[in-house]
């Protein structure tokens, strides 16, 4: 849906329009800004036991070792709060025997943008927070069966941060910040929109565009007009339908290796006379459609 809807919104007027919007309701509260206040809401009325038990359950394992054994439960639960707060997905997915690099690129993000807003908060405290929920915390000989060890805090923090992010975003925000009312769906108030140059023979039967949330870039590209290509077949496959025909993805550098989430093959950005290019045989090398993901 919100790559639908995105063909009817144009993003050079996301400023402007954005600008009317605040001035007209009066409020100068920037979209993030309003999540970030929607979601601390949620923890604190619809789901302050579940943070109670987290706070808990990490007081525990910081009271095993010297360095954190001072850490109390009320500024411990005050670090979760705003991480929480600053999580910038649904959920990460560690679990005991594996942490991606993905999550601990997730776990960084939440907890560097919870630490500059809370410069008065020991920044100890956010680092043993982290070492926790990626699990690089010494675990003490002869610990206590009932004792909770990092990957149940993970689990746990894992089961709060989804519903936090659904009825802070999807319940709360989505009906209190209304600037473009078919924007308010999950990942289509965020992010970058924009259509991509296509170039070559076919460029008229090919048509692209780009998405980018963060550090997360897709790129989508599906033909069009499919009876001009110089080819019999079913579906226009490979280098004789596609000839010299290209996209350019402007802002992606070259080299970005990207992952066709329909077929599991990748194909790699280059350098093209003019701009980084992706070329329409190899995107369409083994299937007609191509939603490319990057990371």
């Known amino acids: 849906m919100n790559r639908i809807n995105g063909l009817f919104v144009d ?19 920037p979209y993030r800004a309003v999540v970030r206040q929607k979601k601390l809401l949620i923890l604190e009325v619809s789901l302050a036991s579940e943070l109670h038990v987290l706070a808990y359950q990490l007081e525990r394992i910081a009271l095993r070792d010297r360095r954190s054994r001072d850490f109390t439960q009320s500024g411990l639960q005050h670090v979760l709060r705003q991480v929480i707060a600053s999580f910038p997905v649904y959920r990460s997915y560690i679990t005991a025997k594996h942490v ?8 960084d993000r939440a907890v560097r943008l919870a630490m500059l807003r ?3 908060t020991s920044r100890a405290i956010f680092r043993f927070f982290r070492d926790v929920l990626l699990d690089q915390v010494e675990r003490p000989e002869g610990l ?16 709060v941060t989804a519903p936090v992010m659904a009825k802070g975003l999807e319940d709360t925000c989505f009906h209190n910040y209304n600037r473009l009312v078919s ?3 999950v990942g289509g108030a965020s992010g970058e929109y924009r259509p991509l140059p296509a170039r070559g023979k076919h460029e008229s039967s090919l048509f692209g565009f780009l998405r980018r949330d963060g550090s ?3 790129v989508v590209a599906v033909p069009r007009l499919t009876t001009r290509l110089d080819t019999t077949d079913r579906f226009p496959l490979g280098p004789a339908a596609w000839q010299d025909t290209e996209l350019e993805p402007a802002g992606v550098p070259d080299g970005t290796k990207l992952r066709n989430v329909f077929t599991g ?15 329409a045989r190899d995107v369409f090398a083994d299937f007609p459609v191509a939603p490319l993901l990057s990371g």
């Open 216 to 218: 997360r870039t897709a």
């Open 11 to 29: 993003p050079a007027s996301a400023a402007e329009f954005t600008r009317r919007y605040h001035g007209w309701i009066g409020d100068q509260t």
């Open 183 to 185: 924007l308010n769906e």
């Open 100 to 107: 991606s690099e993905q999550d601990r690129v997730l776990v």
């Open 118 to 120: 809370n410069p008065m």
């Open 144 to 159: 206590p069966a009932d004792e909770p060890e990092p990957a149940d805090f993970a689990g746990k923090f894992q089961q």
């Open 265 to 279: 093959a990748s194909v790699t950005t280059s350098s093209g006379s003019e701009a980084t290019i992706i070329k």
